[in-house]
């Protein structure tokens, strides 16, 4: 199961903190809730994200490779995305 809650920055970017387990069934409702917004403009709090699988974990990487950041991540995910957080 997977919780995603949105913060909208003052400068309009978006921040997103995702706990749980992100499967490809939860990639729709990310997709739309960074749809409205650059990449570049998209803040990803992985603190609290436990799991996730092959479809999830090549989504989060294209994000991230189009410029979204991670801000925070577990050792974990920080490995498995080679992301830093």
């Known amino acids: 199961m997977l919780r995603i809650t949105r913060c909208a920055g003052a400068d309009g970017a978006l921040s997103l903190r995702l706990e749980g387990r992100l499967a490809a069934s939860d990639l729709p409702a990310l997709a739309s809730a960074v749809a409205t917004h650059a990449p570049r403009a998209v803040a990803l709090d992985l603190s609290e994200l436990r799991a996730l ?3 999830a974990r090549a989504w989060l990487e ?3 490779a ?3 950041r991670v801000t ?3 050792p974990f995910i920080a490995r498995l995305l080679g992301a830093r957080g």
């Open 72 to 74: 925070a991540a577990t």
């Open 66 to 68: 189009s410029g979204a």
């Open 62 to 64: 294209a994000l991230i």
């Open 53 to 55: 699988d092959n479809p």
